[in-house]
């Protein structure tokens, strides 16, 4: 069985992630990243979604990046609510090179289990705003992981799989469902006010309501509003 | 003045570095990265370097590699020692994607900090066996940061600078002697016996006592043996 590692980070999109590489025949290794972030209830989902999943290891590593800080999910920048329509710019809420720290991570992680394929929930749509998920970002990391490890350096090729990458957030909750995901343990808010429950207001929340609904797919989220 | 930011461990390597990038004019942030290695007093050599090289904004991100492990700086691997000659091999103090992952953490800080210029102390010589140190992995980094950030997307490019990549450690010792490195002040030994003692036996101190002598340059180093 070929190993694959994910990122998991617990919201939806990586939980449709992992259950894509599953269905695809991998054996999958899950990673998520403790980034300071203000949103950690997402690591308890991460940890709620590979049990699901039937991923059995899964590694939590922590990075502090409040000692770089410049984003609204690590430093003391309010998380913008109410927001009409997507925001063609990009977001408070992008962490400095956050996929690009993650995939590094990933690669380290790939070489310790023998993994060629990494795969990670990036999506255009939902992200529109954030330049390390666009498709040539995701190949020229792939070419690094190749040349900055050791058995790239042994003449191994990796492949960095976006599976969600072109699929609007209704695709993603479709494929999701259709691959047995169990959404109400995923966790997008940015800002949720309690366990598991759902602020309603953030880009992300209002980005995944609109998904489930757009899919006609029952929504089994709580959201605050 | 035009920011430059510099991985600073503590090294003879990266202290040579950020004394280059401050000698060609640039404004030097540094970043050093605390990833549960071994050698830990490596952080306090680094913030001695910064003092010395007058490097105000010296940055410390932690990330623990120790749930990825697989070298023997983070895991409960021995690292060896008396070895005859240099490895062809990558040793076992190679750490999965390290380079990866700290250039990654040195591009978020440059989007943060307004850098284009990235430093770096990666040399071919002294880090034969590991493949991150490689020019065209530099070059694939660029990419990787012109594509994956904030200020790449608005059309900015991005230098990885690794000034010492093809000189010998001779080579460094003179070029740091030259720049007003206090090469007492750091540390290059990966399981040093006390604070800022070498242990004398181990890769990395017989490269660096190696260097002095064949540079001609005085050894300020204490090494045990």
Same mark, same amino acid.
């Given at each position: ?5 994910v ?5 939806m999109?990586s939980?449709?992630a992992?259950a894509?590489?599953?269905a695809?025949g991998?054996?999958?290794?899950a990673?998520s ?5 203000r949103?950690?209830?997402?690591l308890?989902?991460?940890?709620? =979604?590979a ?6 290891d899964?590694?939590v590593? /922590?990075?502090d ?6 984003s ?9 609510k109410d927001r009409g ?6 977001? $408070?809420? #992008? =962490?400095p090179?956050r996929?690009? $720290?993650m ?9 310790? /289990?023998?993994a060629?394929?990494?795969?990670i ?5 939902? #992200?529109s705003? #954030?330049p390390?998920?666009r498709?040539e970002f995701?190949?020229?990391f792939?070419?690094v ?6 058995v790239?350096a042994?003449?191994?090729h990796?492949? =960095?799989h ?6 609007s957030?209704?695709?993603?909750v479709r ?7 169990d ?8 800002d ?8 309603g ?7 995944r309501r609109?998904?489930? =609904?757009?899919a006609?797919?029952?929504?089994p /989220? /709580?959201y605050?509003?």
């Open positions: 069985m070929t190993t694959a590692v990122l998991l980070s617990g919201g999109d939980a449709t992992a894509w590489a599953k695809a991998f054996r999958a290794v990673l990243v403790d980034y300071g972030q949103h950690r209830v997402e308890d989902a991460a940890r709620a =979604v049990d699901q999943l039937g991923i059995a899964h590694r590593v /922590t990075v990046l409040r000692a770089i800080g410049g609204a999910l690590t430093a003391e920048i309010a998380v913008p329509g997507s925001a063609s710019d990009i977001p $408070v809420t #992008y =962490v090179a996929n690009t $720290v995939l590094a991570l990933l690669t380290g992680l790939a070489e310790v /289990t023998g060629r394929d990494l795969v929930g990036a999506n255009v749509q939902d #992200y705003g #954030y390390d998920c498709p995701l190949r020229a792939a070419e992981a190749r040349l900055g490890t050791r790239g042994g003449g191994a990796f492949a =960095v976006a599976p969600l990458l072109q699929l957030k209704a695709g993603i494929l999701g469902a259709a691959l047995g995901v959404f109400s343990l995923t966790l997008s808010c940015y949720p006010p309690a366990p598991f429950v759902h602020c207001r953030c880009d992300a929340c209002r980005l609109a998904g489930f =609904v757009e006609g797919v029952p929504d /989220t /709580t605050a509003v």
